[in-house]
């Protein structure tokens, strides 16, 4: 393993930034701090979509940028929203033509979870997107205003507090028509966190990083600055299970370069604490607002008039402040831990082979079980279609509402019933009715585990930085047929160990969304809503089952499938008839 660590070592580089031209600025932050506390925020306090101010507030950012003189469009769409049902949303643009029809987008969303006024999320970052484009103002004190290189598209997004939805349907749509050198996303920035870069998104394609390292370094070369980022390891978890609730999730996903600057953490500010009383009275956030649009300004122009332009990229690395890891070192990494284990379970299994033992009655056992982990998927599906569980986009959830975080009662009750039924089915041929041979218990290990390692290998074809979930329980598991015959909970032990690397997707979401136990529900949400592909919820499927097998196993309920002479001449609903039936009688 020291080779794969030494490659890791020597692939990190510093990447150079754009050159940022002299420009005298004309942000006035005193003029985005009005815009915030007098007009969107008192104003409009609930900006969610469909809200009775969402409409209004439209139409007065259409009137912004039809003051300055910018052709401006409206996009108006629907869309369902959990919690909210189906809404009707706008995304509002505003075009300054430049000498390349190739674009640089600068974008804000301006709604919010109407929870409360939201001056920071996400009034800051709609004032602001305002006050930059003001630059650009037709015939202002009878001076023309600059001409850009690329054409400029100042975008008011909806939706974007519920999970992007806005920006994802123009980075779908747009895209498809236009050319998009780069987006700069303003989201929450009168905050009192430090600033910060975002540039994660729906995949593991990242943007360019030179657009990354130039932005951090514009940042960071602000005036009192002290900006942070996203620790090696988050980012690590972010490549291994791709989530962001910031908008240029979606654009990075299509190879877009993008970049969020924020003060905010991984979730949007607690509405609770996120008052107009902050902004005017804490000279923390008022400085941050100063340093994220000075910093804005200067990377609009650096993107507009540097040379190259960031070019689009597809791939992935972890970002160490000024220095890169190459994506691939750390796949060849993770890839080179997995072959250990691969080489364990095939000598396993080739080792029942040799000693001749029976290995189609553990298979039958296990695809008993797998049948019943992919009913309750479909049964899950089911849910999803009728409406019992959050339907919508297929975006992430904001933790904020509640149909992220709480589970409905009665669906739940009706779904746990019939995963008992369904239990009671599956198990009906997996009992042991007789005392089960060490060289069976071997064959039901090699089942198990040869599947977690085809799993791990179908992982490392979509996404090897998932093997991060799944590389410690196949370590660890290896050593379960070891230590059968040893302390009764020595297996258990290490089936439970093993599974802190699946559940590390949890603890990850968890932590950085604030949710606590009610993560499980996400998950469910997310997947629900469709925002957990197909891929994964069959791996995840897949996985449980062969650790359901383990399970079994460690406890001393594992059976091999019976032969026919040994199932019961009776189905289970008549043995069940038939036990009732005798009740009754006496």
Not at 220 to 248: C, G, I, K, M, R
Not at 522 to 528: D, G, S
Not at 569 to 574: A, D, E, H, I, K
């Amino acid at each position: 393993m020291v080779i794969p660590v030494l490659i890791v070592a020597f692939s990190v580089a510093r990447q150079q930034t754009l050159a940022v031209p002299s420009l005298t600025s004309s942000f006035d932050r005193d003029a985005v701090v009005q815009t915030m506390d007098d007009e969107l925020a008192p104003n409009n306090p609930d900006r969610s979509p469909g809200s009775a101010s969402s409409e209004a507030l439209r139409n007065w950012i259409v009137d912004q940028f039809g003051g300055l003189g910018l052709n401006t469009k409206v996009d108006q769409f629907e869309a369902r929203i959990p919690g909210l049902g189906k809404v009707g949303l706008s995304n509002v643009s505003a075009t300054v033509r430049g000498r390349s029809a190739t674009e640089i987008v600068i974008l804000a969303h301006r709604d919010n979870s109407g929870l409360g006024p939201g001056p920071n999320d996400n009034a800051s970052g709609t004032a602001a997107m305002l006050e930059l484009a003001r630059a650009y103002q037709h015939q202002q004190n009878n001076v023309s205003p600059p001409k850009p290189a690329h054409t400029l598209v100042f975008l008011s997004t909806d939706g974007g507090a519920f999970g992007a939805i806005g920006a994802a349907r123009f980075a779908k749509l747009h895209s498809a028509e236009h050319r998009i050198a780069a987006v700069i996303v303003l989201d929450s920035i009168a905050g009192t966190g430090k600033p910060r870069v975002i540039f994660n998104g729906d995949t593991t394609s990242l943007p360019p990083p030179v657009l990354v390292a130039t932005a951090s370094q514009i940042l960071s070369d602000q005036p009192n600055a002290v900006v942070t980022h996203t620790s090696p390891l988050d980012q690590l978890l972010d490549l291994a299970f791709p989530f962001s609730l910031y908008e240029q999730a979606p654009f990075v996903a299509r190879d877009i370069p993008a970049v969020t600057l924020t003060t905010a953490g991984d979730r949007y500010p607690n509405p609770l604490t996120d008052t107009v009383e902050q902004i005017e009275t804490n000279r923390t956030t008022k400085a941050h607002l100063t340093q994220i649009g000075l910093a804005t300004e200067q990377l609009l122009a650096a993107l507009d008039q540097g040379a190259p332009e960031p070019r689009v990229s597809g791939a992935s690395y972890i970002y160490l402040g000024g220095r890169f890891v190459h994506g691939w070192a750390i796949q060849f990494l993770l890839i080179s831990l997995l072959i250990p284990a691969l080489v364990a379970i095939v000598d396993l299994f080739a080792r029942c082979r040799r000693r001749a033992i029976e290995l189609r009655p553990a298979l039958r056992s296990f695809i008993r079980r797998l049948g019943f982990w992919f009913s309750l998927l479909a049964f899950f599906w089911f849910f999803a279609l009728v409406g019992f569980w959050p339907g919508g986009a297929g975006r992430p959830l904001s933790p904020d509402i509640s149909a992220a975080t709480s589970v409905p009662l009665g669906a739940f009750v009706a779904f746990a019933f019939i995963t008992f039924v369904a239990w009671l089915i599956s198990r009906d041929r997996l009992l042991p009715r007789k005392k089960t041979s060490p060289e069976q218990e071997l064959a039901g290990y090699a089942f198990a585990l040869l599947t977690v390692a085809g799993v791990s290998l179908a992982v490392a074809w979509f996404n090897s930085y998932a093997l991060l979930f799944l590389i410690p329980p196949l370590h660890v598991w290896i050593w379960m047929p070891q230590i059968r015959h040893h302390r009764p909970w020595a297996p258990l032990a290490l089936l439970f160990t093993g599974l802190l690397g699946p559940l590390l997707i949890f603890w990850e979401l968890a932590v950085r969304l604030h949710l606590g136990l009610s993560v499980f529900w996400y998950v469910a949400a997310l997947a629900a809503v469709g925002f957990l592909k197909l891929r994964f919820l069959i791996v995840a499927t897949v996985l449980a089952a062969a650790a359901a097998q383990l399970a079994a196993l460690s406890v001393g309920r594992y059976a091999p499938y019976p032969a026919a002479s040994e199932r019961p001449t009776l189905l289970l609903p008549q043995r069940l008839a038939h036990r009732l039936s005798a009740l009754t009688k006496h």
